[in-house]
């Protein structure tokens, strides 16, 4: 996880004497709170908002050039109006905000379902940019973006685009083990593209919905257990017990079978994973299986899938990325997700006539 740098102060947002500052076109710059994410923080002092981000990188962000600045921190003229995103959670940001005219650079449309984006590919006015470790640097100057949201992990391959002179924003927005905490990243966006207000409510809505059902599901007696994943290429690979999954079955009224302190994924043999699950209530798979996925199919990839109770008793909770916009949107809809899953859980929680739009029992 990433650690706030010390001395970054308050992570709300507030002039000294607590009130809001005003900015060069005289209206009033909306307060920004910082409530769950732990990878940015924000402060305001003598006019420039400066933006921490992970253990180092620190961003004020200014109205003009003439700006000054503190020691330290980089400078960026806000608000950028073209930007380069690298995942489909950033690119979530900029939906959940109706911010695509600002988005002139991404990565690929594998997976994208949004009509609007994919039409924006089609006629040139969003590239496509390559792959982490293979970007296309001619691309990227096409673009000609302001700056550039990266998302750093192994692949990286930043060294060549940084050479462009472009600003490299991270957004560690997928480091976050809150469910909340990562949708909180749209206020981090907001406060780059000139849309901290849209940003705020947004993510009030989001907050508020998330924690009503939270709230609910928290008094149930009974809590069914899940487990999670399948195997692949010999091995069942599984979210960590402090994964930001885990807390949403937590969130869900429901117990995730894994129990430790790993963060991300784990690669477990089919007997560690069958001591652990063989008993489970639920079983959550997520994939891209082409056509209809089913028990059957489930069992074929695995025989011994079904020896697992949550199959014989047909409880597998399902997503097919193929057919929903997964990636793509559900990073700034975490109340959606704990819906779906709440409806799965405990049914007399939501209402009866709940579609739901992610996860859903698998029925055949």
Request: hydrophobic share 40%.
């Amino acid at each position: 996880m990433a650690v706030l740098l010390a001395g970054c102060g308050s992570k709300t947002s507030k002039g000294s004497d607590g009130q809001t500052d005003s900015q060069s076109n005289g209206q009033a710059q909306e307060t920004v709170e910082v409530k769950y994410a732990t990878g940015f923080s924000v402060r305001d002092s003598a006019g420039v908002r400066l933006v921490n981000v992970g253990k180092k990188e620190r961003f004020a962000l200014v109205p003009s050039d003439e700006t000054a600045v503190p020691e330290g921190y980089t400078r960026v003229k806000v608000p950028v109006s073209r930007a380069i995103v690298m995942t489909m959670l950033q690119l979530s940001n900029f939906t959940a905000l109706d911010a695509h005219d600002i988005v002139k650079g991404i990565t690929g449309t594998k997976n994208l379902f949004n009509a609007d984006i994919l039409q924006r590919v089609k006629d040139g006015r969003i590239v496509k940019i390559g792959m982490e470790g293979n970007f296309d640097t001619e691309m990227v100057l096409a673009a000609n973006p302001d700056v550039i949201f990266i998302s750093p992990s192994k692949r990286g391959g930043y060294d060549a685009i940084k050479e462009t002179g472009i600003q490299l924003i991270p957004h560690l927005g997928y480091q976050e083990l809150d469910p909340l905490g990562q949708a909180e990243w749209v206020k981090f966006v907001g406060l780059f593209i000139g849309k901290v207000r849209e940003a705020n409510e947004v993510f009030a809505g989001i907050e508020s919905r998330y924690n009503e059902l939270k709230m609910k599901a928290a008094e149930v007696t009974e809590r069914p257990t899940v487990f999670s994943g399948e195997m692949h290429y010999g091995t069942w690979h599984a979210v960590g017990g402090k994964n930001y999954l885990a807390q949403i079955f937590r969130d869900a009224g429901a117990t995730y079978v894994v129990d430790d302190d790993e963060t991300g994924g784990e690669n477990l043999e089919f007997e560690k994973m069958y001591a652990l699950a063989a008993n489970a209530d639920y079983w959550r798979i997520l994939n891209s299986f082409p056509g209809d996925f089913s028990y059957e199919a489930l069992k074929a990839s695995e025989p011994r899938n079904e020896l697992f109770k949550a199959f014989k008793e047909k409880k597998v909770i399902y997503c097919n990325m193929k057919k929903q916009a997964y990636y793509e949107i559900s990073p700034v809809e975490p109340d959606v997700l704990l819906k779906d899953l709440v409806a799965v859980f405990h049914p007399e929680l939501v209402e009866p006539d709940y579609k739901p739009k992610y996860y859903r029992l698998l029925e055949k």
